[in-house]
C-alpha cells in the first residue's frame, strides 16, 4: 500500500492494521500533504482519537513528539515517500525512540502526558 492509499484509509476509517510503522507512515503522509506540523497534527490527533474511540488509548504527548521528531526529519529533504525516511532515519521505526527524550514508562503512566502534551524532562 502506498502512503497516499494509507492515508486514504486512515481518513476514511478503513485500515485493517495499525501498527507502529502505520502510524509513523500516516505522520509523513500528513506532514508532506500539509507541509505544515500544525495542520498535520490537527489531522493527525482526530484520527487517532477517532480510532482510538473510548478506548483510552490515545496518548496526547507521545502523538506530539513522534510528529515533532518525524517532522524534524523531513525537514528540507524532499523525500517523497516513507521509504525514503526510513532508508535514512531507520529509528523511526523502533519503538523506544522517545526514551532518548523521556521516561517512557513514566510518561505512558502519567494521566496528564495522556491528557495534554507534556515537554521532556533533562535527565
Same mark, same amino acid.
Given at each position: ?25 500516516? #505522520? ?7 507541509? @505544515? +506540523?500544525? /495542520? ?5 490527533? =482526530?484520527? &487517532? ?37 526510513? #532508508? ?7 519503538? @523506544? +525512540?522517545? /526514551? ?5 514508562? =513514566?510518561? &505512558? ?15
Amino acid at each position: 500500500m502506498t502512503d497516499a492509499e494509507l492515508l486514504v484509509a486512515f481518513e476514511t476509517g478503513t485500515l485493517t492494521a495499525f501498527h507502529h510503522r502505520e502510524h509513523v507512515r500516516v #505522520a509523513f503522509a500528513m506532514l508532506a500533504r500539509d507541509g @505544515d +506540523l500544525a /495542520a498535520a497534527a490537527m489531522a493527525f490527533r =482526530a484520527g &487517532l482519537r477517532r480510532i482510538a474511540g473510548s478506548s483510552g488509548k490515545y496518548h496526547e504527548t507521545l502523538t506530539w513528539a513522534y510528529l515533532v521528531v518525524i517532522a524534524e526529519r523531513m525537514h528540507g529533504r524532499g523525500y517523497r515517500s516513507s521509504a525514503e525516511l526510513f #532508508a535514512d532515519h531507520p529509528d523511526l521505526l523502533e519503538r @523506544d +525512540l522517545l /526514551a532518548r527524550y523521556y521516561d517512557v514508562p =513514566a510518561l &505512558l503512566a502519567s494521566p496528564l502526558a495522556r491528557a495534554v502534551f507534556v515537554l521532556p524532562t533533562m535527565r
